[in-house]
């Protein structure tokens, strides 16, 4: 192939993502900073402004809610991680046969339906009236009904939840690149169970790990339903405080601003991850 072809080829291919990054991602972000720097003084009329980022910082509600919603993003993460990681094991390491592709199935299957169906799904059950609360009192374990919405517990099953595949496919795809023979000298070494999973197996998945970390806590992050169903109106989630300025009040200018600290928290807390754990985006993104 010639060189100009080349280039041709790989300028078409690359046009659609181009477009698509500028337009959808680039574009709306440097225009909601431009709208976060401004203050509205008059009908029509703007200024320049750094009002909209100071509110924030002199309102202890939005900071808190800020706070908040990143511990708690971290937390699910640690937790998403922490249970989907011997479930990858076993389907990348342990299953054979039908087995791994059924277990891997029933991984998905959840993700046939859209959030709000699953999420609808743990309200039925965790509701005063819901089917958990009926079985305890029909056990004789409570004396009355037992309203589990509305909680920290209950918002953080959700969003653990909701982002488990998420960490399960990067997981699989980054163990099953482990060669058997490895783990199997390590045994063969005089290795226990704990040190093959402290040397040889994480270190090895740790680009997976990273991949999907970094994927769940930006999802979590972001998400506006889970918590907002399943917490209630005293949820506390910094997306639902960005919902009610951008439609409730419509107060584009602080929306905007929120919008960008929530940028500026995310991509902090990545980095931040990528530096502790001495991976690079290109190698866990690979």
Not at 25 to 48: C, K, N, Q, W
Not at 129 to 137: A, E, M, N, P, Y
Not at 174 to 195: C, K, V
């Amino acid at each position: 192939m010639k060189p100009q072809h080349f280039k041709f080829g790989l300028a078409l291919l690359l046009t659609p993502i181009l477009l698509w990054l500028t337009l959808l991602i680039a574009l709306p972000h440097v225009d909601m900073a431009l709208i976060s720097l401004r203050e509205r003084v008059s009908a029509g009329t703007y200024a320049f402004s750094w009002s909209n980022y100071t509110a924030f910082f002199t309102e202890p509600l939005y900071w808190r809610t800020f706070t908040r919603t990143a511990v708690m993003s971290i937390m699910a993460t640690a937790l998403t991680l922490l249970i989907a990681f011997p479930i990858s094991f076993y389907i990348a390491k342990v299953a054979r046969g039908r087995l791994r592709p059924l277990l891997f199935l029933l991984c998905l299957v959840p993700f046939w339906v859209s959030e709000l169906v699953r999420t609808y799904g743990w309200m039925i059950l965790l509701r005063e009236t819901g089917v958990l609360s009926s079985l305890l009192q029909w056990l004789g374990w409570v004396d009355g009904p037992v309203e589990m919405l509305y909680q920290d517990a209950t918002i953080m099953v959700g969003l653990v939840y909701t982002s488990m595949l998420f960490m399960v496919v990067p997981l699989v795809s980054t163990l099953d690149s482990l060669d058997d023979s490895l783990i199997e000298a390590a045994y063969d070494l005089g290795a226990g169970h704990w040190r093959v999973m402290r040397d040889v197996v994480i270190p090895h998945a740790a680009p997976g790990i990273v991949s999907g970390c970094i994927v769940v806590f930006m999802l979590t992050l972001g998400n506006y339903l889970t918590p907002t169903l399943l917490g209630g109106k005293d949820s506390l989630w910094f997306t639902e405080q960005i919902y009610t300025q951008f439609i409730t009040r419509f107060n584009w200018e602080q929306g905007s601003a929120f919008g960008i600290l929530l940028l500026i928290l995310s991509s902090l807390i990545v980095w931040i991850g990528l530096r502790l754990s001495r991976q690079s985006f290109t190698k866990v993104m690979s």
